[in-house]
């Protein structure tokens, strides 16, 4: 099973909302055979919950990560992984930094998502290894995507409608990344549908 891992700066707003959110898609997508979703911190308050404003957010978004525990991001972490996101340049160059090799799995979640739309459609949760290494490909070549707009904001310490914001932005690109990664949601015929 491919795993993907998520990283901010604390592991306790960002990340926790993108794990619920990309678990909650992957399994309305795949079930069983989703692909695992997990986080880390750069200076990741190991033990801690979400913070109460991203916990409230993604639960407007009907998304529990109330059992969350936030954790200091590892070698072993990224070398466990196939794909690993950041919330911000600054998350992918650390990962980087630590692991070097890992340079051609690592992306922000924005850049991601413009390099896996940039692709003819994906398709199983085994494909993400070689979408991963697409994206890389087109990475490397004169892609520019958008640098100028590839962190997702830290609300550490801001308010309530600063979480909500973010949380709606992640989500949004949570689905955009399930949808470049595997393809479009199959449509459900009305007599499949509850």
């Not at 992957?26 to 308050?45: H, I, K, N």
């Not at 640098?147 to 309530?160: Q, S, T």
Request: hydrophobic content about 40%; proline content about 4%.
């Amino acid at each position: 099973m491919a795993q993907i891992l998520i990283v901010c700066t604390g592991n306790i707003c960002r990340s926790p909302m993108a794990v619920g959110f990309l678990r909650t898609i992957l399994a309305e997508r795949f079930g069983d055979d989703a692909p695992e979703v997990v986080s880390a911190g750069t200076v990741g308050w190991e033990g801690h919950a979400a913070v109460d404003e991203s916990i409230r957010a993604a639960g407007e978004r009907d998304v529990d990560i109330t059992d969350h525990q936030a954790r200091m991001l590892q070698t072993d972490h990224i070398a466990n992984a196939d794909l690993v996101v950041g919330m911000s340049g600054e998350h992918r160059e650390k990962v980087v930094s630590l692991v070097p090799d890992a340079a051609a799995k690592t992306f922000t979640l924005k850049e991601l998502v413009a390099l896996l739309e940039e692709q003819p459609q994906g398709g199983s949760p085994s494909d993400v290894g070689s979408r991963v290494a697409a994206a890389e490909k087109i990475r490397d070549s004169d892609f520019e995507g958008n640098p100028d707009d590839e962190d997702v904001v830290d609300p550490l310490g801001l308010g309530f409608d600063t979480y909500r914001a973010v949380a709606w932005e992640i989500d949004e690109f949570c689905g955009r990344l399930v949808d470049g990664m595997f393809g479009k949601a199959p449509v459900r015929s009305a007599f499949e549908q509850d």
